[in-house]
């Protein structure tokens, strides 16, 4: 198929190299234009503008920083709905504003088009290991048409509804992580205190009940001093506000999701925006304690 893909990241840049080693023609742009070297060099064709690149692909994927990057991508004269040719299928893989994808849905259904909004979680290691989780919103048909593009980048791929379901799913995801990343700084905290190796506690820890993605893959990085970000603390804060707002619009209060979004905030006024997520380990003086 003829693939384009807008917003080569840390994800980006390794689900496009999976798109292309499944064999298919893959088109990017990207703002950074460094950030698109690697699957340049590995055969992908560069478009100067989401205008140009939508005029070239059957199936575009969209994975950007915010919701105002992903409106801007979308609509207006030079955007991808305005661009695309009729049939074209649209898949947003950024975590934005659930409201956001059904609209993008809604003009996409009136210009012949089709949408998917398609949240992913695993991180940089998922993407590379081809792993990710993907949350779906859309059509069922075209969901299920997709399958095997997902397939080549994704390993837990589940349609949740309609347009703006795989959004919401994405922050129950993020809700989740928001309380476990809390839970994991407080447990090395401990470990620290009690005059324990933090490394032989996650030995044990993390094959019991306590076990999660962030104490295995997270927790080491933390004790290691490796803040290299696998996902941007500057993006979860994104996310979490999104959380928030949706919440609140529905009088439902959230005092774990809140606390670590303050955290994380605090984190990013003292410049540690561009770090990974794991970096909330600094607000703690890990290495002192």
Same mark, same amino acid.
């Given at each position: ?8 990241? *840390? ?9 292309? %080693? ?32 939508? %005029?070239? #692909? ?12 992903? /409106?801007? @991508? ?25 409201? $956001?994808? /059904? ?6 259904? +009136? ?8 949240? *992913? ?5 998922? =993407? !590379? ?12 048909? *075209? ?7 997902? &397939? ?14 795989? /959004? ?5 995801? /993020? ?12 447990? $090395? ?15 044990? @820890?993390? =094959? ?12 080491? !990085? ?5 803040? &290299? ?13 999104? #959380?928030? %707002?949706?919440?609140? &619009? ?7 999701? !809140? ?19 794991? +970096?909330?380990? &600094?607000?703690?003086?890990? #290495?002192?304690?």
């Amino acid at each position: 198929m003829k693939i384009g893909f807008i917003g080569t990241g *840390v994800m980006g840049n390794s689900i496009g190299r999976h798109l292309l %080693e499944g064999g298919h023609e893959l088109s990017v742009f990207t703002r950074t234009a460094k950030k698109a070297e690697d699957l340049l060099e590995q055969g992908a064709s560069w478009k100067n503008n989401p205008k140009e690149l939508a %005029e070239s #692909a059957e199936v575009i994927f969209t994975m950007v920083g915010y919701p105002k990057d992903v /409106q801007e @991508i979308y609509f207006g004269e030079n955007g991808l709905l305005a661009n695309a040719a009729e049939g074209t299928v649209l898949i947003d893989l950024t975590t934005s504003q659930p409201k $956001l994808a /059904q609209e993008i849905a809604e003009a996409a259904r +009136a210009k012949g088009l089709h949408a998917l909004d398609a949240p *992913v979680s695993g991180g940089d290691i998922g =993407a !590379k290991n081809a792993v990710l989780s993907v949350m779906v919103g859309g059509e069922e048909d *075209v969901f299920t048409r997709l399958l095997p593009l997902f &397939r080549l980048f994704a390993g837990n791929i589940i349609l949740q509804g309609p347009a703006g379901s795989g /959004q919401h799913t994405k922050m129950c995801n /993020q809700i989740n992580i928001a309380n476990n990343m809390l839970g994991v700084c407080e447990s $090395l905290i401990y470990a620290k205190k009690a005059g324990l190796d933090p490394e032989n506690v996650l030995r044990s @820890i993390s =094959a019991g009940a306590a076990g999660s993605w962030s104490l295995s893959n997270l927790a080491p !990085k933390m004790i290691e001093g490796d803040f &290299r970000p696998g996902f941007y603390i500057k993006h979860f804060i994104k996310d979490m506000k999104i #959380a928030v %707002e949706e919440s609140e &619009r529905w009088g439902l209060d959230l005092p774990g999701l !809140k606390l670590s979004l303050g955290i994380y905030e605090e984190l990013e006024r003292a410049g540690d925006g561009d770090l990974g997520t794991q +970096a909330l380990i &600094r607000h703690f003086d890990f #290495a002192e304690k």
